[in-house]
C-alpha cells in the first residue's frame, strides 16, 4: 500500500500528489512534506487521518480502492469545514520550516 501514503496527504490538499505539493510549497524533491507542514495544516491532516481510520474500521471496509476512497470522502468533509469556517485551505497555507531549521533555530534561542 505504497500509494496509500501518498494519496493520504493529498486528501486534505485539494487531490495534488507529493510531487503537485513539493512544487505549490516550493520544497524540494529531498524534503519531506510533512516536516515543512505548520500546526493547522498538520492538524487538518491528522484529524482526517483519525477521522478517516475509525470510519475504515467502525465500518468494516476492507481493499485498497476502498481504503483510499474513505480517506478521499473524509479529506472532502474536512475541506468543507474548513471552507464553511473561512479557513485556508492546507494547499495554500505557508511552508512552516523543517524540522533541521527549527531545530537550529532552538539551540540559538538556547546559547
Known amino acids: 500500500m505504497e500509494n496509500f501514503k501518498i494519496m493520504d ?3 486534505c ?3 495534488l500528489d507529493a510531487n503537485d505539493i513539493h512544487k505549490k510549497k516550493g ?5 519531506k512534506i510533512l516536516d515543512h507542514m505548520g ?3 498538520l492538524a487538518a491532516n491528522l484529524f482526517r487521518a483519525t477521522q478517516a481510520d475509525a470510519k475504515l474500521r467502525r465500518e468494516k ?3 485498497e480502492i476502498n481504503a483510499n476512497l474513505t480517506h478521499f470522502h473524509v479529506g472532502q468533509k474536512v475541506r468543507r469545514t474548513i471552507e464553511e469556517l473561512g479557513g485556508t485551505m492546507p494547499e495554500e497555507l505557508p511552508s512552516a520550516d523543517g524540522i533541521s531549521e527549527a531545530r537550529t533555530r532552538i539551540k540559538k534561542i538556547k546559547n
Open 39 to 41: 500546526s493547522e495544516e
Open 9 to 11: 496527504i493529498g486528501d
Open 13 to 15: 490538499m485539494g487531490g
Open 27 to 31: 520544497l524540494k524533491k529531498s524534503q
Open 61 to 63: 471496509i476492507q481493499g
